[in-house]
């Protein structure tokens, strides 16, 4: 019948819709509680089974990042990390490591490619001299925890105006390392720890006033300083009994990409 018909392509789509998922998670933790449903249709277990799932993924996501680290202050920032169970994401540079990187990533927190020297001449002087950069950093990323990474975060970010005396540099690099198979995050909520801020209190009213303002948050925070640091639990805190979801970025997370400026 039409009736049956429509059901029939209705199921189909939700079918389609759920195994599109990324969070397999979420899918088995839902399997289990389906199956105690008694008198349910398969197209009523599907479109429970997507409502639920809509619901998990519609949790808030905070995607916290460090830049400029490894330092003194990167084990502080493990522990807080350990200590609420929450993983995070660490672009790093050329700074000497005791060590942090290989704890990054054992605890299984991301690392992501910042920069060898932060020296903005050198580095937007041509692509091929950002790409030795970057290349450089990778390097020590995998002689320190034996794997290589795919994330990158830009010295300025994709929007800065430090490279504007190479025109078109960012554009081109925006397009060039994504080409090579890194994917390029900057951020939505800004700490402001490398700007105005000087304290702990202004950097956590900085980042929750920021993270209220958004579904999916991309936090920036910078390790080398300590009155940041000191911000870190509070702002986790805050986040967990808010009911916001704090995950590391991967390769697949969504792309958060400043308007380019030059």
Known sequence: SLKV????????????????????AAELLLSDELQSEEGLTDLEQQQ??????????????????????????????????????????FFVTGSGSNGELWRMHKAGHSIGIHTLS????????????????????????????GERTTLVRFPGGGSNLASNFNKGIMTR????VQNAGYQY????????????ARTAEQVAQNVIEGVKKQRVS??????????????????ILWGLENGYQFLPLTPDSPPMHHDILN
Not at 126 to 141: G, H, P, R, T
Not at 219 to 234: N, P, Y
Request: charged fraction near 30%.
């Open 5 to 24: 018909t429509e059901q029939e392509l209705q199921l189909k789509e939700y079918q389609e819709r759920v195994s599109e998922l990324e969070s397999s």
């Open 48 to 89: 429970a089974m997507w409502q639920s799932i809509e619901e998990t993924e519609g949790l808030h996501k905070v995607y916290l990042t460090f830049d400029d680290g490894p330092c003194k202050n990167t084990d502080k920032i493990l522990k807080i990390l350990k200590d609420n169970d929450v993983k995070a994401t």
């Open 118 to 145: 932060h020296d903005y001449d050198a580095i937007y002087s041509s692509e091929e001299a950002y790409f030795e950069d970057l290349n450089a950093v990778q390097d020590i990323i995998y002689r320190e925890t």
């Open 173 to 176: 690099l925006a397009e060039a």
């Open 185 to 196: 995050f900057d951020w939505n909520v800004d700490s402001n720890d490398a700007g105005g």
């Open 218 to 235: 991309v936090v920036l925070q910078h390790d080398i300083h300590g009155f940041s640091v000191q911000a870190v639990e509070e702002i």
